[in-house]
């Protein structure tokens, strides 16, 4: 989540792919609160793939 933080800092995204990265990155430290560590790795990792990390 940190990682995703720092790179949404200076990103330039598409306003589309910019609000899917914030929305993936809610959605994995929900999962992460909730236990679901898994699901919470997968979904941060997708942010992170469209952040180009």
Do not use: F, P, W, Y
Not at 1 to 13: G, H, N, Q, S, V
Not at 18 to 33: D, N
Request: hydrophobic share 45%; net charge negative; charged share 30%.
């Amino acid at each position: 989540m940190a990682r995703i933080d720092e790179a949404l800092k200076t990103a330039t995204l598409a306003e589309a792919d910019m609000a899917k990265v914030k929305e993936l990155r809610a959605k994995g430290e929900e999962e992460h609160k909730a236990g679901n560590h898994a699901a919470s790795v997968q979904t941060l990792g997708e942010a992170l793939k469209l952040l180009g990390l």
